[in-house]
């Protein structure tokens, strides 16, 4: 069935609407970071750029790093904007435009997705300088209330004691990643289940003029376990658009990973003073991984 222009919105070259690409501007590997400045601090490692456009805080690069063709998508902060990314992302790869039709399944391509992000740990022994590989992702946002996600028995427990343990009226969402990314570029990094959160200073628990709800938010959070058959599961660090990523990498198929660069520590109160070197040092460690046999 043809999907109407007023649900699949091409620009007049025939690029998808907000990310201003056509099908051939990707690749199958796809390196995100949320600041824009932050797509040249990747794409400078490339071996050559065979394309670049800007359109809103969208900024891709595609190039090749040691033969490999990589796209570096810049998709600025929260949840919201990771609907646009991975709904216009699938689309580039699994709808045919000159149809406006779904492909067939058999057609369908499952991209690969990598955030490259800045995070801040709740927790004292996940330093600053740390790399993590987050395993499970916690939405506090509403983003899942609009899509049909289905969870695990764990996504449903962690996600039910959770809202009970911080006495909130919405049950968050919890996803897991993929496995087959977080073996292949996780290796020796930390390994944690990071909160997504709709806000940077209240829902991160920050409180400049504004006091909060809960005084005692982040120490909630600090302190939550959760006991199964797998282990113990708490929260290692917060951030804004991870929980985005994994729900609809589930949901249309394809395979995401959130690699973290720890540049704050709220238990100790600490910042990093160099977070452009730790940024720089998960970028390239990253690209060698990705390129690695």
Request: overall charge negative.
């Amino acid at each position: 069935m043809s999907i109407p222009n007023s649900e699949l919105i091409l620009n007049p070259d025939g690029s998808i609407y907000h990310l201003n690409l056509l099908p051939d501007h990707i690749s199958d590997t796809i390196l995100t970071v949320g600041d824009p400045a932050r797509v040249a601090q990747v794409s400078r490692h490339f071996d050559s750029v065979e394309f670049e456009t800007t359109h809103r805080e969208f900024v891709t690069h595609v190039g090749y790093y040691r033969g490999k063709r990589l796209t570096v998508l810049s998709t600025g902060m929260g949840t919201d904007n990771i609907d646009i990314v991975m709904n216009e992302l699938d689309a580039l790869v699994n709808i045919d435009f000159m149809a406006r039709e779904v492909r067939p399944e058999e057609e369908r391509m499952s991209l690969r997705i990598i955030r490259l992000g800045t995070s801040g740990s709740l927790q004292a022994d996940v330093p600053i300088g740390a790399m993590l590989a987050t395993e499970h992702a916690v939405g506090l946002d509403s983003l899942m209330q609009f899509y049909p996600l289905m969870e695990t028995g764990l996504e449903t427990e962690v996600a039910t004691e959770l809202q009970r343990s911080l006495g909130i009226s919405f049950a968050p969402y919890v996803v897991r990643g993929s496995d087959l990314l977080r073996e292949q570029l996780g290796a020796g990094m930390t390994m944690g289940n990071t909160l997504t959160c709709p806000g940077f200073y209240g829902p991160q628990g920050r409180s400049l003029r504004l006091p909060l709800r809960q005084s005692d938010y982040i120490s909630r959070l600090q302190n939550f376990r959760h006991q199964s058959g797998e282990g113990e599961f708490r929260l290692t660090n917060f951030e804004m658009e991870t929980a985005g990523y994994y729900s609809l990498g589930r949901l249309l198929g394809h395979e995401v990973l959130s690699l973290n660069a720890i540049v704050a520590n709220r238990a100790t109160g600490e910042f990093a003073e160099n977070a452009g070197a730790v940024v720089d040092a998960m970028i390239e460690r990253t690209l060698q991984h990705l390129v690695a046999k």
